[in-house]
């Protein structure tokens, strides 16, 4: 008994390692695109390239967890991002930055999902509930990297690539060293052919609901801050609105979401999560004054915080066969959320100052999308969901 919760902590920590690695890269990109000195048109080619190695490295890590186990993919992930990192930072060429950022992509996005998978196995009662405490740490993460940034290296990017390679070579020896469980066999778990996974209407339904939620979540880290600008309230005020009063709301929702989810089910939750998403970003539209702005947003990023994780529990439920396919599947729909939505954003009018509150109603429309599919669900999914 003592050896087996010895080798569940050390499956926690290792999980928790990942995910904060993964925090940690994440909020890289826009450090590095200033450093790169390029022209907007390479950043965004930069940042695309980065965006299709997760997508590829989500759809084709899932198999290979299933089939290999979850230990291999983490390994592969890790040296990836070590190795990426250490090469990008001695890189002067716009070629080889996009190439190290796309390799940079393919590790992330391994990651991202075998942590998850890992995670989520800690246990499998409570997987959701487990995947929202974890998943704080990708916050915390996400909030050191531009704070060592700016105070610790004085946004020397070549610094900042040498502690992140330092950080995921230390997560991959501790990796390599903790005991995990391999792919699950039988009719429990194990691979599954694709086909019969996107041969299931609720794979597609959690891959929209994910693609409607990373889409509207950056719609609020890229524009709210434009919005706020042209209304007349300060640059700084403006960024440190969505900086301190998204970041915190989504930090704080997944501390208290990680207990609400030990008796409330998941299904409820995110449809609770996606209404509430829906009445916080319209009035999030409507305001004007910057400490109802800052109010607004933080009650915007509780709505937010555990949908992400708490879908990727819904998912590792309703396909306890095939797990980290599901999930891969899903979080590559999530990507592409991320990649399409400012663009959408932008060609309904973005640009435009007076434009921007019309063109921002896509973050209400989202979430009203997402109550929809979650109902859809709520009837579809196990009980357990």
Known sequence: MAQNENNSSRIVFAAILAIFVYGVIAAMLGVLLASFNLTPE????????????????????????????????????LALIA?????????????????????????GGILVTAANALAGDVNEERRSATLNFLNLFFGLGGMATPLIAANLV????????????????????????????????????????????????ALWLFAGFLFLYVAAEIGVWNWLAQLLQSRGTDAKAAQNIVGSGFAFGILVGRVVVSRILIKIPASLVLLASAALMLVTTYI???????????????AAGIAMAPVFPTTLGMVGDAFPK????????????????????????????????????????????????????????????????
């Not at 980290?324 to 959320?337: K, R």
Request: aromatic share 6%; proline share 5%; with cysteine.
């Open 284 to 298: 999030l539209l409507q305001t004007t004054d910057p400490s109802m702005a800052w109010g607004t947003v933080f």
């Open 83 to 107: 190795g990426s990192l250490f090469l990008l930072r001695s890189s002067s060429s716009y070629e080889q930055q996009m190439l190290w950022v796309f390799v940079l992509g393919l590790g």
């Open 322 to 385: 095939g797990t980290a396919t599901a999930m891969g599947f899903v979080i590559t729909f999530g990507w592409v959320g991320l990649a399409v939505s400012s663009r959408i954003i932008g060609a309904l009018g973005g640009s435009d100052p007076k434009q921007l509150p019309t063109a921002l109603m896509v973050l209400p429309a989202a979430s009203a999308l997402m109550v929809v599919i979650m109902i859809v669900l709520r009837a579809i999914t196990p009980k357990k969901a």
């Open 154 to 201: 004085n946004n020397d990017a070549q610094m900042l690539c040498l502690l992140a390679a330092v950080l995921a070579a230390i997560t991959l020896v501790v990796h390599f060293t903790t005991p995990m469980p391999g792919p699950k066999g039988g009719a429990g778990g194990g691979g599954v052919a694709i086909g019969e996974l996107l041969a299931k209407p």
């Open 42 to 77: 390479q950043n965004g080619n930069i940042a695309l390239a980065q965006a299709i190695g997760m997508i590829i490295a989500s759809l084709s890590a899932g198999p290979i967890i299933d089939n290999k186990g979850k230990k291999l993919a983490l390994l592969t992930s």
